[in-house]
């Protein structure tokens, strides 16, 4: 018996001994790995990122973007969040977040015990440190060296950042389904208003979100959303945060969705977007990060845009083709919109700038321009016949759009009016053929233009851009004003950039008057013989002085033209190089170009606008018929036609002298 019990006692002994050993080295190792994680967490060289808050203002010093840590969105700070918002994602995703430094031990221990009796690996038990680093450093993966990772970036992230910068970046950082990202988008998106201007119910319907975006999505999954929103509630009223009254009267709430983008909207011309931030980036600006709001004053005309937006959809077919717009300003360079397709948020794909294709007749101009320096006038004559060229041993057709030919002289200003092929290869070789490929370098063309006789018909590739740009040189009476975005940029108030004109004269105002004054005749109705003037259909909807040039392939088609105003240029075309074979494909961009080149010249300040070019000293004009470049015969058609002084034919010099004389 006292042998019994003297064991029952050695025995408990034993246990209580064994149980206290184990419990001091159970906490021996817990401090070890606790020291050895502090002194790893703080020896890490994690920070979070600098926020560069970038905001694009147009020329009327209105904001069309912000753009935040790489991506196109509202950046708010604690202060202009709701505190309901801030306190549900506190009181549904970490309670003690104010409490703890980075990890809470107590949910880990939890979240620990429940795993091993489910025996997987699914309780959560981050803190909102942790989510916030998994988001900036770790993938969502749910392995144990994941998880390490996590909680050592997040100790040692604590150490630097205070709690609200913290929150601060993770409210502006979550993902929120329907590709937004942050708080204010999301309240933007979802409800139409600001983040600080939510409701109680709203507050807790967009916490509800992140814990599984496209399960929670209040539009997507509006049973799931409610479900959650009043998990969210619950736990806010069982927090204190709100009473019962209130919570009743969130429960009770009607939720009204919005569900709308506000970014990427082509009426914010994203495409002007990304040129202006690739831009910013090439600028190389002494940035100092921890002055994070950086404000880009551009050149975009953000009225314009909309209007090209409201053209595209009156007047392109709802189909497959596409178009790009270039608008420039004559003078400056400045580039007043650049749209890249029809819907952004089908494509990105920037045709004005990347899509190389044939210019066909819009190079033209630059064929008669270096004419004129050459000595040709607006009323020199070829005979436009059908015609096969031979050139270094090989022969060349062009045909006239729809086979007509004239069959007779005609003058430079009926071949631009009429986009005549026989007449501009005739004159192409007459000049040589390396004459053009070397205008169109000095109009910074970067295409290798070969000295071929096509190349008077816009054969080798070139972007519209660039193609525009060039226009906008004879916009600007032979000067070349290298195309700009940004006006200027300012950080805190100090502007740390400013564009300087960059320009080069590349050709004589005398001749680009000239030829000016002989593009304003593709709208000419009176110069009907064998076929209508290539504008002739949009003249009647212009109410302004312009010169343009049309062009087409199989495969493309062009509209640009200009005033002292401003340098307008449309492409239409597939994407696959598919044939442009109906009446409103081949017309859409003509029409646009008049909607938009109108609309453009009628808001223009009284002050500031500019109805025509002033003629030069040397500029003389005499009244010819436009189709012979000689005087009119009884009853015909006749306009001015223009001339250097010392450049007038010797036949319409001698009738000129008789006339005076006479007069």
Partial sequence: MVTSMIKNILKRHFLKRLIITSLILTLTIFIIIGISFY????????????????????????????????RKQEYVTIDEISPYLVKAFISIEDKRFYEHNGIDLRRIIGAIIKDIKKLSFAEGASTITQQYVRLLFLSSDKKITRKINEILIAANI??????????????????????????????????????????IAECATLAAIPKGPSIYSPLKNPINSKNRKELILKEMLNDNIINQQTYVQALNEEIKLYGEYKIDDNNSAPYFQDLVLNELKNLNLPIDLNNNNLKVYTTLDLSLNNKIQSSIKKRIPNQEIETSIVAIEPYTGKVLACVGGKDYSVSTYNRAIKSLRQPASTIKPFLYLTALEEGFTTATTFKSEKTTFYYNGSSYAPQNYGNVYPDTDISMVYALATSDNIYAVKTHLFLGCDKLANTLKRFKFSSNFES???????????????????????????????????????????????????????????DVYLLSEAMTSIFDNNMIYSIRPTGARIASLLSFKYSAKSGSTDTDNYMIGYNPNITLGIWSGYDDNSFITTSDEKTFAK???????????????????????????????????????FYGGFNDYTKTLYFKKHNIPWYIELFNRKKENNE
């Avoid at 967490?41 to 020329?59: A, W």
């Fill in 452 to 510: 071929i006789p096509s190349l008077a018909l816009g054969t080798n590739e070139v972007s519209l851009f660039e193609l525009t740009s060039a226009y906008n040189a004879l916009a600007s009476s032979g000067i070349y004003y290298e195309p700009y975005f940004i006006e200027y940029v300012s950080m805190n108030d100090r502007i740390i950039y400013e564009h300087k004109t960059d320009k080069t004269v590349v050709a004589n105002e005398d």
């Fill in 158 to 199: 604590e150490t630097k950042y205070s709690k609200d910068q913290i929150l601060e970046g993770y409210l502006n950082n979550i993902y929120f389904d329907h590709g937004i990202y942050g708080v204010e988008d999301a309240s933007l998106f979802y409800f139409n208003k600001h983040s600080k201007d939510l409701t």
């Fill in 591 to 629: 029409y646009m170009w008049a909607d938009i080149i109108e609309y453009y010249n009628h808001n223009i300040k009284k002050d500031q606008i500019n109805y025509w070019y002033n003629k030069p000293d040397n500029i003389i004009g005499i009244e010819l018929s436009p189709l012979t470049g």
């Fill in 39 to 70: 002194f790893v967490s703080k020896n890490l060289e994690y920070e979070l990122p600098n926020v560069l808050h970038i905001e694009l203002y147009d020329q009327n010093e209105t904001m069309y973007l912000s753009y935040v840590g790489g």
